[in-house]
């Protein structure tokens, strides 16, 4: 099946402890993008990617790195110097809609990181 | 970094009805998206709007591009249990050529059966 996965689902950690969060993708897209989403907020961007080995900030980088070094992995690591790292993280990437005429934003099922 | 004003923040409503949201910007988009976000997942897809104005509908889900360009608004109609989750907008800008969005701070549908 093609799609987009995130591992693992639910990830605790120690409070000081850098974690790094996974996205594949088999659906062949250039585009990679992970947000942060925290309760009764929008989706946060952190870092986007748009084709391998390069990537740039989002609205909210601090605290978080990234890489690119294949077309179907997008690894978030959220760094013991991100100050609220508890949130739910969503990976994304871009490609087709139905029809082929324009290319938009599909998610993966998310990662629930939560700092001890 | 931006967000749109998404209305209301949430909503309980009574199976059968009708349900109305909107999202405006102070920015021009050239794109206007709808998304559905169940409770621990990923948000799906619903609607794509590129041109102002556009009217499309997905089953019992209605939304529209506004004609200004600023805003958008989805109905859905007689509503049902599985409606329920988070919905949000997310708008592209003309200047994006980076195919990022920005996303309204979602509306929170329950539905009583």
């Known amino acids: 099946d093609g799609g987009i996965t995130q591992s693992p689902k639910y990830l605790f950690r120690k409070e000081g402890q850098n974690v790094t969060l996974s996205c594949e993708q088999n659906?062949?897209?250039?585009?990679m993008y992970w947000y942060r989403q925290d309760p009764g907020q929008g989706l946060r961007l952190i870092y986007y990617s748009q084709i391998v080995n390069d990537f740039q900030k989002g609205d909210i980088a601090e605290g978080y790195s990234v890489s690119r070094e294949k077309k179907e992995s997008f690894p978030l690591t959220v760094t013991s110097a991100q100050k609220n790292p508890t949130a739910f993280y969503l990976c994304a990437s871009r490609g087709e809609l139905a029809g082929g005429s324009y290319n938009e934003q599909f998610f993966g099922p998310g990662t629930r990181l939560t700092v001890l | 970094g931006q967000q749109l004003n998404q209305s209301p923040q949430s909503m309980f409503i009574q199976e059968g009805e009708d349900v109305s949201m909107n999202c405006t910007s102070s920015?021009?988009?050239?794109?206007w998206l709808w998304y559905k976000q169940e409770p621990g997942e990923g948000p799906v897809l619903l609607i794509a709007l590129y041109k102002a104005g556009e009217l499309t509908s997905n089953g019992r889900l209605t939304a529209q591009f506004g004609i200004t360009r600023k805003d958008s608004f989805l109905n859905i109609s007689a509503s049902i249990p599985s409606d329920v989750g988070i919905y949000f907008c997310a708008g592209r800008a003309f200047s994006s050529n980076t195919g990022k969005l920005i996303f309204g701070q979602g509306t929170t549908l329950q539905v009583k059966p």
């Open positions: 659906l062949n897209h250039d585009a």
């Open positions: 920015s021009i988009f050239n794109t």
